[in-house]
């Protein structure tokens, strides 16, 4: 690990527009440091500005960015309201890593992508312009929707997938005042500059997240893995499926470990909303998930593997309670 400036900010103005790198719980910026993917001169530590509790927001949750994803995933008021969110960050990491991940670096997370942690192997995202290992190399874990010739790397994260479905919005603050992002709009695309992961700013912070009055109805994440756990998701599917006289009267979707971000097809939520459940259009909500999804080869196997888990998420969040 290269030396670098270490400093402690006690109110997030210290850390808003530092020309230092944030650092939360340190459970993926010290393992990037470690092997040299990331090299920062500077780190200001934002564990001790507050921004650790999850709050009443009118009808819905204001979770700062600090609040650790165990007590998240634990809290009853999410339990309660928004168990998508708690059953994503449960499936993700391991209890000592959710003891120390914080809700804000969760989102911050960088891909997974081994080119891109292997700093002697070619990656436009940690190098722009160095080449991408991963196309034509080993990409069982890489993208099926929205990669580019630049980069074909995943976004991680099991937390945002469920944030994306659940139509939340993360709070930031930079140099020029505050903003609000969609969680469904903060990760990005690679196109050609794979370098940028999301819109967060320079010299802008997260502070927290905000969750909109809950849904109700079934709430399903289900992460398809190598291994139970410890494992990156292949695929997932975020499901909130509220049935009314035997039709889907809402039906949320997002999926992870298919793309560059959590991705979210209206088109697909539309073709389900108002409908009678049946297996048929289960297979073609997939297709509309599915439009322009293109294989590298080792991971082309991640096309059926989405359609069946969306099926069988869709059979059981319809099911009729006996
Ligand atoms: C072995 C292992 C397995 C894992 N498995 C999973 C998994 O299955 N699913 C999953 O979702 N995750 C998984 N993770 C990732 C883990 O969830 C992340 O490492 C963790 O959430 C990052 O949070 P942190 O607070 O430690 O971030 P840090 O490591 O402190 O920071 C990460 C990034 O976020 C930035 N950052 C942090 N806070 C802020 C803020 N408030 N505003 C702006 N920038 C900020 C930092 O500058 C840095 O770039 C795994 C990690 C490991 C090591
Ligand atoms: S897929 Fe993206 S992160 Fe992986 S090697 Fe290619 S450019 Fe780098």
Redesign the pocket.
């Known amino acids: 690990m290269r030396p670098f400036d270490y400093t402690r900010a006690h109110a997030p103005a210290d850390a808003v527009g530092a020309e230092a790198?944030?650092?939360?719980?340190?459970?993926?910026?010290?393992?990037l440091m470690k092997l040299q993917v990331e090299t920062p001169d500077r780190l200001i530590d934002?564990n001790h500005v507050g921004l650790d509790r999850v709050e009443r927001d009118g009808d819905g949750l204001r979770i700062g960015?600090?609040v650790r994803?165990s007590d998240l995933a634990a809290d009853p008021a999410v339990r309660e309201g928004w168990p998508l969110l708690s059953k994503a960050i449960l499936?993700?990491?391991?209890a000592q890593?959710r003891n120390?991940?914080?809700t804000?670096?969760?989102l911050?997370?960088?891909t997974r992508c081994y080119y891109f942690y292997d700093i002697d192997a070619p990656c436009n995202k940690r190098e722009p312009g160095s080449g991408c290992g991963a196309i034509g190399g080993n990409n069982r874990q890489h993208a099926i929707l929205g990669a580019s010739d630049h980069c074909i790397a995943t976004y991680?994260?099991?937390?945002a997938v469920a944030m994306s479905a659940l139509d939340a919005v993360i709070e930031v603050e930079g140099p020029a005042g505050k903003r609000e992002i969609r969680a469904a709009d903060f990760h990005r695309l690679p196109g050609d500059t794979p370098q940028r992961d999301n819109e967060?700013q320079s010299g802008?912070?997260?502070l927290s997240v905000r969750l909109p009055a809950p849904l109700g109805g079934r709430q399903i994440y289900r992460k398809v893995r190598d291994r139970r756990s410890?494992?990156?998701?292949l695929v997932s599917v975020a499901a909130v499926v509220v049935m009314e006289a035997g039709r889907m009267a809402t039906a949320r979707l997002a999926f992870g470990g298919v793309a560059h971000k959590p991705w979210r097809v209206p088109a697909a939520e539309s073709l389900l909303t108002g409908q009678p459940p049946s297996p048929e259009l289960f297979d073609r909500a997939a297709d509309a998930v599915l439009a322009g999804a293109r294989g590298q080869g080792h991971n082309d196997f991640k096309i059926p593997l989405l359609r069946r888990t969306l099926g069988a998420v869709l059979a059981e969040a319809t099911q009729e309670s006996k």
């Open positions: 790198r944030i650092i939360a719980g340190g459970t993926n910026l010290l393992d934002i960015a600090l994803n499936a993700g990491a391991s890593i120390r991940a914080t804000g670096g969760n911050m997370q960088r991680p994260g099991d937390m967060l802008e912070m997260i410890y494992a990156f998701a």
